[in-house]
């Protein structure tokens, strides 16, 4: 499965999420670092699913850039 992340960076480092799994989210003091880690959330996430018995969302969100002319 492949799943959308958003990768959003802070003032000391940057925080990930994954919009079909709600509460599944990371934070590392590096893009790599937090990208590694949402693939482990991501991972983590999924199996809690399936030992509970519920449904694993699909993925369905997408992304685009939208470019716009700020004044």
């Known amino acids: 499965m492949r799943y959308m992340v958003v990768v959003e960076k802070g003032e000391t480092g940057y925080g990930a ?10 934070a ?3 893009r790599a670092e937090v990208l590694r880690l949402i693939k482990e959330a991501i991972e983590f ?3 809690g ?3 509970a018995g519920e449904n ?7 992304s685009e850039i939208v470019e716009v002319n700020a004044a």
């Open 17 to 26: 999420h994954v919009p079909d799994l709600p509460g599944c989210i990371a």
């Open 28 to 30: 590392a003091e590096t």
């Open 45 to 47: 996430h999924i199996e």
């Open 49 to 51: 699913l399936r030992d």
């Open 56 to 62: 694993i969302p699909p993925p369905s969100s997408v």
